[in-house]
C-alpha cells in the first residue's frame, strides 16, 4: 500500500512562506487526486487544496489566493506553497488522497507542524 509522508514545516512569521512536500512511497498517478488537509487541537482536519491527475485544482476559500498546489509526478511528489502565512494558518499539515474523487485514504501520516507567529 502507498504510504504518504509530509515533510517542510517549521516556525515563521506572519507574512511568510514555506512549502510543504508530501511524498509518495509509490506512484502518486495510482490516485484520481491528492489533498493537504490541516487540524488544529480539538478540530476536525478539513480539506484545503487537492490537485487531480491531471492538474485540476480545488482550494478551501481561506487559502485560494495565498496557497498553491502542485505535483510532481517523476519524484512522486505534492507540494504545497504557501505564501502570507498568518497566525490561523498554524496547524498540523497532512497529506491523502480526495474522498470526493473516488479515491479510499490511505493510511495518514504523522503530518508537518506548520506554526505562525504574529
Known amino acids: 500500500q502507498v504510504r504518504l509522508v509530509e515533510s517542510g514545516g517549521g516556525s515563521v512569521q506572519a507574512g511568510g512562506s514555506l512549502r510543504l512536500s508530501c511524498e509518495a512511497s509509490?506512484?502518486?498517478?495510482?490516485?484520481?487526486?491528492v489533498g493537504w488537509y490541516r487540524q488544529v487541537p480539538g478540530k476536525q482536519r478539513d480539506l484545503i487544496a487537492a490537485?487531480?491527475?491531471?492538474?485540476?485544482?480545488n482550494y478551501e476559500r481561506s487559502v485560494k489566493e495565498r496557497f498553491t498546489i502542485s505535483r510532481d509526478n517523476a519524484r512522486n511528489t505534492v507540494y504545497l506553497q504557501m505564501h502570507n502565512l498568518q497566525p490561523e494558518d498554524t496547524a498540523v499539515y497532512y497529506c491523502?488522497?480526495?474522498?470526493?474523487?473516488?479515491?479510499?485514504?490511505?493510511?495518514w501520516g504523522q503530518g508537518t507542524q506548520v506554526t505562525v507567529s504574529s
Open positions: 490537485i487531480t491527475r491531471d492538474d485540476r485544482q
Open positions: 509509490g506512484s502518486i498517478l495510482s490516485f484520481n487526486a
Open positions: 491523502n488522497t480526495v474522498r470526493a474523487y473516488g479515491d479510499y485514504y490511505v493510511p
